[in-house]
């Protein structure tokens, strides 16, 4: 079993930045496509950006394109989610998520992703 670890949320005003990371402890997460996923309470969970496993290649939410930014570090091991201008309506539990499928156009289908962390909280206010 992929255990996957969320770490850096935390309380932001808005217009601030915050970033998040993904890993899974003493593994390479290169082999994986990484989706980040948000649930705000009463809210289906959303998909907000993903990495390829290949090429590079990254999607985003139209919500956050041009704010946020996902990127893997030099080593593989980490997946990182840069938010910058953030807006109250960022505020959510975040979640990193891994499948061994293929980058897709359909990338932010929760049910797609085999691997869950426990997800890490963004709140957005003043």
């Known amino acids: 079993q992929l255990q996957l670890v969320e770490s850096g949320g935390g309380l932001v005003q808005p217009g601030g930045s915050l970033r998040l990371s993904c890993a899974a402890p003493?593994?390479?997460?290169?082999?994986?496509?990484i989706g980040w996923f948000r649930q705000a309470p009463g809210k289906e969970r959303e998909g907000v950006s993903c990495?390829?496993?290949?090429?590079?290649?990254?999607g985003y939410a139209d919500s956050v394109k041009g704010r946020f930014t996902i990127s893997r570090d030099a080593a593989k091991k980490t997946v990182s989610l840069q938010m910058n201008s953030l807006k109250p309506d960022d505020s959510a539990v975040y979640y990193c998520?891994?499948?061994?499928?293929?980058?897709?156009?359909?990338?932010?289908?929760?049910?797609?992703?085999?691997?869950w962390g426990q997800g890490t909280q963004v709140t957005v206010s003043s």
């Open positions: 998520a891994a499948t061994a499928v293929p980058y897709g156009r359909r990338w932010y289908l929760a049910a797609l992703y085999d691997y």
């Open positions: 003493g593994l390479f997460l290169d082999y994986y496509v």
């Open positions: 990495i390829s496993n290949s090429d590079g290649t990254t």
